[in-house]
């Protein structure tokens, strides 16, 4: 059993920046790959990152790449997501969550919403 408790969200002018932070309050955090996704008002629940136990293997939405960057902090049962050049269309709620893969599992599984943990959620607007 994990839990988890994602922070950082804000209000942020386009092209600024938020760090998120997911942290893990139970269980062994080392052991599992950690996803962020986020649903805006209206959508479906959508990808953003992901990154493996080792973080060798990580994983970006295009929309998002070369502007995100997701990390982990396995001392710290700790996993971020650096959000630079922020838009208007990023603005949701953001839940990071957390599953069993290895590196070596397919790229679908680590963008695939079947995580067996999940956040409750932090919201960011950015205003244009």
């Known amino acids: 059993q994990v839990t988890l408790i994602e922070s950082g969200g804000g209000v942020v002018e386009a092209g600024g920046s938020l760090r998120l932070s997911c942290t893990a309050s139970?269980?062994?955090?080392?052991?599992?790959?950690v996803g962020w996704f986020r649903q805006a008002p209206g959508k479906e629940r959508e990808f953003v990152a992901a990154i493996s136990w080792s973080s060798g293997s990580i994983y970006y939405e295009d929309s998002v790449k070369g502007r995100f960057t997701i990390s982990r902090d396995n001392a710290k049962s700790t996993g971020f997501l650096d959000m630079n050049s922020l838009k208007p269309e990023d603005s949701a709620v953001y839940y990071c969550?957390?599953?069993?893969?290895?590196?070596?599992?397919?790229?679908?599984?680590?963008?695939?919403?079947?995580?067996?943990?999940w956040g409750q959620g932090t919201q960011v607007t950015v205003t244009s």
């Open positions: 139970a269980g062994t955090f080392s052991a599992y790959a």
């Open positions: 969550a957390a599953r069993s893969l290895m590196d070596y599992d397919s790229s679908h599984d680590y963008k695939d919403p079947g995580y067996d943990y």
